[in-house]
């Protein structure tokens, strides 16, 4: 079955923040609320900080990016920030229809390099971002695993 997926734009803040602040609430995070959050995407779809992809007719999942320019290379890296799928359409393919959008998405934005940070206990997302041939282990499937760190400030 495919499912459409499609470029967000300015008209989409609204469920945009709602889909983020639903999956905040999901794995009970800290979360403004949907209009707090409606507000910060608009902002930063205005700025071009973001690019956001919506699947599905309701829509029912979300996949937000970021880009900036690579270290390595004259070109761009993608930080695959978010990855939603709502509850009761998972399992239907929208996250793997949002995830070959993204690395589209990517080369089209001239990145040659995407990453992403998942929990180890989400084992659904880490198969469907291993599918794609993300690895957390370095230049081979037996190095050394990479970690992701965070804080707050």
Request: proline residues 7%; hydrophobic residues 35%; charged residues 30%.
């Amino acid at each position: 079955m495919s499912h459409p997926v499609r470029r967000a734009d300015a008209s989409d803040p609204a469920v945009v923040g709602r889909m983020l602040h639903d999956f905040n609430r999901e794995f009970d995070e800290p979360t403004p609320s949907p209009e707090a959050m409606a507000e910060r995407v608009a902002e930063l779809f205005e700025s071009g900080d973001i690019t956001v992809l919506l699947a599905g007719e309701g829509p029912e999942g979300l996949a937000l990016m970021r880009f900036r320019p690579s270290l390595r290379s004259r070109t761009l890296d993608c930080y695959l920030e978010e990855l939603y799928v709502v509850p009761d359409r998972r399992g239907e393919g929208l996250g793997r229809a949002l995830m070959e959008s993204v690395l589209a998405t990517a080369r089209e934005e001239g990145a040659a390099y995407i990453d992403l940070g998942t929990a180890e206990t989400d084992t659904a997302a880490r198969g469907l971002y291993e599918s794609f041939g993300f690895s957390n282990s370095e230049g081979k499937p037996d190095g050394p695993v990479n970690y992701f760190y965070e804080r707050e400030l």
